[in-house]
């Protein structure tokens, strides 16, 4: 490592695009330095600690009962044999991670190895090199809120997913992917103005960001129907360990600027949210709400070296 210190590069792929995040470790701090569109001219490091997101659509998750398990290797090996029957795959055929539990079950996040390694390949042939770190889309999210205290759901939606979290307090209790995203409303706000949500968020021109947030409001109207079934589901999920009544809060965050402040304005049109909805709190200042995936996995890669604080 570097008397200096050591940089971050975080990759969030998407679909059609990719977005980096550069950060520079030092002295137990990160600072960071620029967010950008991939286009494959960084000189990469020898030292570079490097971070990507699993999309989510690669990911298998599961809850595991685990009675009374607590030793670290017994925990996996039996988690191995667990998922291998649920998933009827041999366990010599994925990987998987866990969020430790803290009551007697296990989240798990699968990923079957030809999946992960023809990602990999993808990721080469796009320039970037070999990551130290891979995070799961909406956790990476996940990683940049300040959680409330009690039990909580929080829903996550960009262009190209969107995800249940139910946590009480910093602990992880449900998890759930859907299909909702933003992509229907950022093609219709692109056939009406001319340029897309994240477009026009970046431009200086107030007036047609007024224009739009008029635009927007019957669609956030919509949107929010849509994210309260998608809870509603998950809570069904829980069978009966959750239900409306106790949830202290509901917390929506999205990856456009514009959508935040709609549903900021719009969410007491709902009738779940007029009563849970809580504002996010995000630990660092968010000024464009495009790099919260980049910016989540560079503080993933900074908890990869150490404890740290992050200047932004």
Not at 33 to 58: A, R
Not at 139 to 151: A, N, P, Q
Not at 276 to 284: L, Q, R, T, V
Request: with cysteine; charged share 25%; aromatic share 12%.
């Amino acid at each position: 490592m570097s008397l200096l210190g050591r940089r971050i590069i975080s990759f969030d792929v998407k679909d059609n695009h990719i977005l980096y995040g550069l950060g520079n470790y030092s002295f137990g701090k990160v600072k960071v330095k620029k967010f950008g569109e991939f286009d494959s001219n960084i000189k990469f490091e020898p030292d570079d600690l490097i971070v990507v997101n699993l999309p989510w659509d690669l990911i298998l998750h599961l809850t595991i009962d685990v009675p009374g398990i607590t030793k670290e290797k017994e925990l996996r090996e039996y988690l191995t044999i667990e998922i291998s029957q649920n998933l009827g795959i041999d366990g010599d055929e994925l990987y998987f991670d866990y969020v430790k539990p803290f009551t007697e079950k296990a989240n798990v996040f699968v990923v079957k190895k030809m999946d992960l390694h023809l990602y990999l390949e993808k990721l080469t042939s796009y320039g970037i090199p070999e990551p130290d770190v891979i995070y799961p889309d909406i956790l990476k999210e996940m990683i940049l809120l300040t959680k409330f205290t009690g039990l909580n759901l929080y829903f996550i939606i960009s262009q190209d997913y969107s995800g249940t979290i139910i946590m009480t307090d910093n602990n992880f209790d449900f998890m759930r992917f859907s299909y909702l995203t933003l992509e229907y409303i950022n093609r219709v706000t692109s056939d009406e103005f001319g340029m897309n949500l994240y477009e026009i968020e970046k431009s200086d021109d107030i007036e047609l960001k007024d224009r739009v947030r008029q635009f927007l409001k019957p669609l956030t109207i919509d949107l929010i129907s849509e994210i309260e079934r998608e809870a509603l589901i998950s809570i069904n999920s829980t069978d009966g360990q959750v239900t409306t009544e106790i949830l202290n809060g509901i917390t929506i965050v999205t990856d456009s600027k514009l959508i935040n402040e709609s549903i900021e304005q719009n969410y007491a049109l709902g009738e779940i949210l007029k009563q849970k909805y809580i504002s996010p709190h995000f630990k660092f200042l968010m000024d464009d709400m495009t790099n919260i995936g980049c910016m989540g996995l560079l503080m993933r890669g900074g908890m990869e070296i150490g404890k740290v604080k992050f200047v932004y």
